[in-house]
């Protein structure tokens, strides 16, 4: 669920972990709920140590500014997207709604995180394991130095780490700028097979589920579609999903723009969406509509999560099969 701006800017700050950011949110939706006025919301939120100085700096910020979600952003406390979210849910009226989706989402986020970690466990300890046994035949019969040895056993977990470090480096890059290269790497996403399809969908999710949210506060469709529009990531998405504003304005209904669409199926959507304009409730239509492809989503990351270690299983095999394969002596020669 989480995007990006038009206009974006290199953010000087990494998110907060998972679980901080949903602490944040409960606490923001709960002050909210007790009809706290932000600024005494803003004095009793506390993240902790890892979390005090950017309370601090977004507290200076909100009451210099009186913009909570600029100066959220600039002091590392919300991400570029809840930073767009928030200021449609301002302009939409009361932010609680999108304060509850945020602390759910990263809530979700957290209880994942700490799924695949614990499911990641027993495949890295046997990866180690093997590391460790592989080299011991070569340097039991002399082939192999102890220096060797140890080499053989780090060199692989490095290339892993650094393989990882880079990829995390590579989604804050892609999670924070607007750089020339970001719409190849936006149409190399849609490309892909099985995460293409799903990339996709989150972000038609984050527009449609943005848009219930400010037509349900009373804004007009046509001034609450730019605004949606600015929480979709992906710009090839956006600009998909920005062609139905010249329908709307020549007359068209919603339910007939989303049919020009092309980049994902709208059939649920288009028929919901029909359904809410023949009856009036359209804002619940589209609720609906984002719930269950919230729900898909969230299936499609538990099955992901639950396939990683068992492909992590089968290349350790691999790996080790191909070891074995290598190392066995060849045939021996006749006399």
Same mark, same amino acid.
């Given at each position: 669920?989480?995007t ?5 800017? /290199?953010?000087? #700050? ?12 409960? #606490? ?23 979390? =005090? ?13 009186n ?37 759910d ?8 995180? =700490? +799924? ?7 495949? @890295? ?11 011991l ?8 130095? @102890? ?25 804050? *890059? ?15 996403? /849609? ?7 799903? #990339? ?15 037509l ?8 609450? /579609?730019? @605004?949606?529009?600015?929480? @979709? ?12 504003l ?27 969406a029909?359904t809410?304009?023949? &009856?009036? +409730? ?11 492809? &919230? ?23 691999? *790996? ?6 290598? &190392? ?8």
């Amino acid at each position: 669920m989480l995007t990006l701006c038009h206009n974006r800017r /290199m953010t000087r #700050h990494r998110p907060l972990p998972a679980l901080l950011r949903a602490q944040l949110y409960q #606490h923001l939706a709960a002050m909210e709920k007790a009809g706290l006025p932000p600024d005494r919301a803003y004095a009793l939120l506390d993240l902790g140590r890892a979390g =005090s100085a950017r309370v601090a700096a977004f507290r200076k910020l909100a009451a210099r500014r009186n913009e909570p979600a600029g100066a959220g952003l600039a002091s590392g406390l919300f991400t570029q997207f809840e930073a767009r979210l928030l200021r449609a849910a301002f302009a939409a009226g009361s932010p609680l709604p999108t304060y509850q989706r945020l602390a759910d989402f990263h809530a979700a986020r957290a209880r994942q995180l =700490s +799924t695949l970690r614990s499911r990641m466990v027993l495949p @890295v300890a046997i990866l180690t394991l093997a590391l460790l046994v592989q080299p011991l035949p070569a340097l039991a019969g002399g082939t192999l130095s @102890v220096g060797g040895y140890l080499w053989r056993v780090l060199a692989p977990l490095l290339v892993l780490g650094g393989a990882a470090l880079l990829a995390a480096r590579a989604i804050e *890059w892609f999670g924070g700028g607007a750089s020339p290269p970001r719409a190849t790497v936006e149409r190399a996403l /849609m490309a892909l097979p099985v995460f293409g399809p799903m #990339h996709v969908r989150r972000n038609m999710r984050d527009f449609v589920d943005s848009l219930a949210l400010l037509l349900d506060a009373g804004l007009p469709l046509f001034d609450a /579609m730019p @605004v949606a529009l600015d929480t @979709v990531d992906n710009r090839l998405v956006r600009a998909d999903l920005a062609a139905m504003l010249p329908q709307l304005i020549a007359g068209a209904t919603l339910a007939q723009a989303i049919r020009t669409l092309r980049l994902a199926d709208t059939g649920q959507w288009h028929a919901l969406a029909l359904t809410g304009e023949q &009856s009036g +409730t359209l804002p619940e239509m589209l609720r609906r509509h984002a719930a269950s492809e &919230s729900d898909t989503i969230n299936r499609f990351q538990l099955e992901m999560m639950a396939w990683l270690p068992r492909v992590f299983y089968a290349l350790v095999a691999l *790996w080790m099969a191909l070891g074995i394969l290598g &190392s066995s002596p060849g045939p021996v020669a006749p006399l």
